[in-house]
Nanobody, 124 residues
Framework: QVQLVESGGGLVQAGGSLRLACTAS????????MGWFRQAPGKEREFVVA????????RYAESVKGRFTISRDSAKNTVFLQMNGLKSEDTAVYYC?????????????????WGQGTQVTVSS
């Protein structure tokens, strides 16, 4: 069974850091575009960042640019989201997703495989 599993969420104070991980099992996403999205209570799911398979193209949401960094370890089939300078408005459930598209899309519907999500809570 193909699945993505996120980990690394938790509670952190404003200004702190967390690193999320997304590991694929049952498949390799060596050539997949990988994205991170998030959803806060009562809000729509929103795009955070996406990276094409060689990390040759990366797109960040303006709200996280300069604070968040996506990276991947293909040997471990894992994508990371390093989050620094966290703010209370970053509080959300974070999801990783995989897409066969060649562009780092911001559109959630273009991603065909999703993880179950991991909670990130930033206290002010």
């Amino acid at each position: 069974q193909v699945q993505l599993v996120e980990s690394g969420g938790g509670l952190v104070q404003a200004g702190g850091s967390l690193r999320l991980a997304c590991t694929a099992s049952g498949t390799t996403f060596l050539r997949a575009t990988m994205g991170w999205f998030r959803q806060a209570p009562g809000k729509e799911r929103e795009f955070v960042v996406a990276s094409t398979w060689l990390s040759s193209r990366v797109r960040y949401a303006e709200s996280v640019k300069g604070r968040f960094t996506i990276s991947r370890d293909s040997a471990k089939n894992t994508v990371f989201l390093q989050m620094n300078g966290l703010k209370s408005e970053d509080t959300a459930v974070y999801y990783c997703a995989a897409s066969g598209k060649l562009e780092p899309s911001e559109v959630a519907s273009e991603y065909t495989l999703w993880g179950q999500g991991t909670q990130v809570t930033v206290s002010s």
